[in-house]
């Protein structure tokens, strides 16, 4: 019987340690790429008119990451990525109907921290199914709004409103009067907070570095604008001299006046496409 004993101790260390010849673990670093569908989902803004209608709109991040994988598969990671969340809008005003053309984009800019734990399939074999679920604090680094209406043989100038930090900028073809007012708040929350998922696969490529390659998920559960009412005033030198008691754009999209009953939906960043990189784990524990 001591024998067997020490037979399956011995057949343990064998297989524990082959293990650890083809599973890299201990801690690491990794950077990645983020291509994606970039989506500012609002239910109010997906139902309204057809001038609200959504473009398709690409998205980019990247992030460096640091953490630490076991040898049972799972890793729990953080670091910081920099990434957008923009939106284009389009359509047709369906008062005016064709004779004016709108078109309309949403820019805005992040950083991330997340917390993610992954796992990792464990065989003999360089490349493994690899599998994520986290959680992320962001950080709105700036925004901008742009929407345009072009009419059709001039039946009215061509306007552009843009919405930058806190201004808002409008100008008319062939005018070159001032249309600038000042925004009492930012438009967009400062912090928010989400979730991420995402399911790919990853494959050893030498003896302490492994690419991976995943469909990814994003979304943020907090919502991305202020819906408080927010006076804008007239700048100075402004030809503006409306007394607006709440901000407005893109028809069902920006504000609501707090002495309305109107309330605003919540906005939600969305993010979803392929994410790509590596990882290096700095210590050999073969």
Do not use: C
Not at 91 to 103: E, L, M, R
Not at 175 to 180: F, G, H, I, K, P
């Amino acid at each position: 019987m001591k024998k067997l004993y020490v037979s399956v101790l011995l057949l343990a260390v064998f297989s524990l340690k082959s293990i650890a010849q083809i599973e890299q673990y201990g801690p690491f670093v990794g950077a990645s790429a983020f291509v994606y569908k970039s989506n500012l989902y609002n239910a109010q803004d997906l139902h309204a008119d057809s001038v609200q209608n959504y473009a398709i709109t690409p998205g980019f991040g990247v992030s460096f990451d640091f953490g630490r994988k076991f040898l049972n598969g799972i890793s729990i990671s953080s670091g910081l990525s920099f990434s957008t969340s923009n939106q284009n809008y389009k359509g047709k005003d369906p008062v005016i109907g064709d004779a004016v053309t709108f078109s309309a984009k949403t820019k805005m800019s992040y950083l991330k921290i997340p917390l993610i734990f992954s796992m990792q399939t464990r065989n003999d074999k360089k490349a493994k199914a690899y599998y994520s679920l986290g959680v992320f604090y962001s950080y709105n680094t700036g925004y901008s709004e742009t929407s345009t209406l072009n009419y059709d043989k001039n039946v009215y100038p061509d306007q552009t409103t843009t919405i930058s930090k806190q201004t808002i900028t409008t100008e008319y073809n062939n005018d070159t009067n001032s249309y600038v007012s000042n925004i009492s708040d930012r438009p967009y929350q400062r912090h928010g907070w989400g979730a991420i998922m995402a399911l790919g696969a990853s494959k050893r490529y030498s003896k302490n570095g492994e690419w991976f390659i995943q469909t990814k998920i994003e979304y943020q559960i907090s919502s991305s604008e202020n819906n408080d009412e927010m006076v804008f005033t007239p700048a100075k030198g402004s030809k503006d001299t409306r007394h607006v008691g709440y901000v407005w754009g893109n028809y069902a999209k920006y504000m609501r006046s707090t002495n309305s009953n109107y309330n605003r939906s919540a906005t939600h960043p969305f993010n979803l496409g392929l994410s790509f990189g590596i990882r290096y784990y700095l210590f050999d524990f073969e």
